[in-house]
């Protein structure tokens, strides 16, 4: 490690010390500290703000490791009329819903900085903010990743076997398949081919003739009434949905790209709805909902750090774990469709 380097890790790791509350001493040997709830909310609001996704759920401290629902951004009717002569009149909740069970499970967001990476960055005026926004872009995108993909939280995750982070935590659409099933329809097939093919076609269950309408069966089926025509549910979907959709549109209308936005956004809506693929959303599948009715809980006071120099292996590691779970508030404003397949009608129906 070069001289320069050595000189401003002395420096961040002061820092570290300065802003978390605790001696040089513990930082430089290595000792694990705990990160007080407000230095917890100012990196959860860090981590919010680098993804466009995660901006717009909902991402809260909880007090403690297992509890009830907060039942957020989905709210229930509240008109109504009671007769005085007989009964008091009661206010209704904004939820008015049952709540359902949380248990948040530890994650361990570890890094490590190899000592070449450090002498490269450090030849830079913003080495302690490249350090930190690293690390934070990433634990943006492995939630997502994991809200997604998340089917279960064992006890030693294996990285090779799952790529999408699907050992690491139970997440969003994994939690409707478990809690909701009455929510998912498991198959469909979209039916494609020539006008005259389409016309001449009788669709068999679970067959549909374009997205718009599987959309609309999903949406008028499966969410509750009171739901349905709630004007902030959006369709999300995977991205090999998204793109063959719009195909017949790409010289005319395309989705786009938002800058500095991880979230493709289609100009174009489905089945009436806003069309949204998020990162690492299943290729063949959609989801119908409000985004701010999926929610990730943290513990507040459950945040541990570590900054430690690994000499032997010439690196610096950065370890923090915390125990977090992600939430779908409220089942009934959910409508989820998976293993969504195309099917090609033959030459002979055409």
Not at 156 to 173: A, H, K, S
Not at 205 to 216: C, F, G, M, P, R
Not at 306 to 316: G, N, T, V
Request: charged content about 30%; hydrophobic content about 35%.
């Amino acid at each position: 490690m070069r001289k320069e380097t050595y000189q401003k890790l002395e420096e961040y790791s002061k820092n570290l010390a300065e802003t978390f509350g605790v001696s040089e001493h513990s930082i430089s040997r290595g000792h694990e500290f705990t990160v007080e709830p407000s230095m917890r909310q100012k990196l959860e609001d860090a981590v919010q703000l680098s993804s466009d996704f995660l901006s717009q759920i909902n991402i809260v401290p909880v007090d403690e490791m297992k509890g009830e629902t907060l039942m957020l951004g989905v709210t229930s009717s509240i008109a109504g009329r009671v007769d005085t002569d007989k009964n008091a009149r009661q206010g209704i909740g904004f939820t008015g819903l049952t709540s359902h069970q949380y248990e948040c499970k530890n994650v361990q967001y570890d890094t490590a900085l190899p000592y070449v990476q450090l002498d490269m960055w450090a030849k830079f005026p913003d080495f302690a903010n490249r350090i930190a926004n690293q690390k934070i872009k990433r634990i943006a995108l492995d939630r997502i990743m994991i809200g997604f993909n998340g089917t279960s939280a064992a006890k030693e995750t294996n990285r090779e076997e799952n790529p999408l982070l699907q050992d690491v935590n139970i997440g969003w659409l994994e939690h409707i398949r478990q809690d909701a099933p009455d929510h998912v329809l498991k198959t469909a097939k979209l039916v494609k081919g020539s006008q005259d093919a389409l016309a001449k076609y009788k669709l068999k269950s679970n067959e549909y003739k374009t997205l718009d309408a599987l959309v609309n069966e999903a949406k008028y089926s499966v969410i509750a009434e009171e739901f349905r025509e709630d004007t902030d549910l959006v369709v999300l979907l995977g991205s090999d949905l998204m793109f063959e959709n719009f195909a017949p549109y790409q010289n005319e209308i395309k989705p786009t790209e938002k800058v500095a936005s991880d979230v493709i956004i289609a100009q174009k809506r489905i089945g009436g709805l806003k069309a949204l693929t998020p990162p690492f959303f299943p290729k063949n599948a959609l989801l119908i909902t409000r985004v701010e009715n999926l929610s990730i809980y943290y513990q507040a006071d459950s945040t541990r750090r570590k900054w430690l120099d690994d000499a032997q292996r010439d690196r610096y590691l950065d370890l923090l774990s915390n125990n977090e779970c992600y939430v779908v508030e409220n089942y009934k404003a959910v409508a989820f469709v998976e293993n969504i397949t195309t099917v090609e009608l033959p030459d002979s129906e055409k």
